[in-house]
Nanobody, 121 residues
């Protein structure tokens, strides 16, 4: 059974930092591209960042470039998101997800349960 378990969320002041983790099990983690997706209250899911299976290539949404850093440790089956200079607009539930392919189409396959990040003074 595929399991993705996020942790590390919490309440932080604007300008602060958090490091999210996503522990994976039930599948060959090192064979999958991975993503972070967030959902703010009353809004739809928003892609945040992605990393390839080997941890070589990373990708970010424009609003996160220079503030967030995605990484992974395939030996530990864990995905990370280091978030710096947090803003109230970053408040959301953060999910990790596998990124999978069907032909030329990519999609988010398995999702974790999410971890709440709240940026407020």
């Amino acid at each position: 059974e595929v399991q993705l378990v996020e942790s590390g969320g919490g309440l932080v002041q604007p300008g602060g930092s958090l490091r999210l983790s996503c522990a994976a099990s039930g599948f060959t983690f090192g064979s999958y591209d991975m993503s972070w997706v967030r959902q703010a209250p009353g809004k739809g899911p928003e892609w945040v960042s992605a990393i390839d299976s080997g941890g070589i290539s990373t990708y970010y949404a424009d609003s996160e470039k220079g503030r967030f850093a995605i990484s992974r440790d395939n030996a530990k089956n864990t995905l990370y998101l280091q978030m710096n200079k947090l803003e109230p607009e970053d408040t959301a539930v953060y999910f990790c997800a596998t990124y999978e392919y069907s032909g030329l189409n990519g999609y988010f396959g398995s999702w974790g349960q999410g971890t709440q990040v709240t940026v407020s003074s």
